[in-house]
């Protein structure tokens, strides 16, 4: 059976391309979502992609992932600085969540610098432009032991302890 990700994209990312292209680059949310769903016809894994300014529409699909996705990627935007309320529902989704920034967020000012959301997450990826979104898929599938035989094997990963 396919493996089954759900890619999240918080408020104002719908703008990507026209916003801010000096720290998030021209390509747009439409850009990042083909390359993503080209990658994942490869993989042999199915991604819904869905991007929401409200808060409380990113809670639901959050916990509509439960029993209906093996995997969530993340990117909350604003709400990585401020939500309580995605850190509970990610808390709830029992498979990887993995959160990406397209900027180094850790380069940035200081309002723009701790994700609180990471604390619910299993991995973060930030900085590499619209790219963190391909590494957290193939993070994604390797986490879930789902990476087809065709992939090299330097992308399967080392063995790893991961209880830490």
Do not use: W
Not at 17 to 32: D, K, N, Q, V
Not at 89 to 101: C, N, R, T
Not at 123 to 144: F, N, R, T
């Amino acid at each position: 059976m396919a493996a089954k990700i759900m890619i999240l994209n918080g408020p104002n990312l719908n703008f990507l391309g026209i916003r801010e292209p000096h720290i998030y680059g021209p390509t747009t949310l439409a850009e990042i979502e083909a390359s993503c769903q080209q990658l994942a016809g490869y993989l042999g894994v199915t991604v819904s992609f869905h991007q929401s300014n409200l808060e409380g529409e990113l809670v639901n699909l959050i916990q509509s992932a439960h029993g209906n996705a093996d995997a969530i990627i993340m990117n909350p935007a604003a709400y990585s600085f401020t939500s309580i309320a995605l850190i509970d529902a990610l808390k709830i989704f029992e498979g990887p969540k993995i959160e990406v920034h397209i900027s180094n967020i850790h380069a940035r000012d200081e309002l723009h610098r701790h994700s609180i959301t990471s604390s619910a997450s299993t991995a973060v990826i930030c900085g590499l432009g619209p790219y963190g979104y391909i590494a957290a898929i193939l993070a994604a599938v390797q986490k879930l032991g789902k990476l087809p035989e065709a992939v090299p094997a330097s992308l399967h990963g080392l063995r790893t302890n991961n209880k830490a």
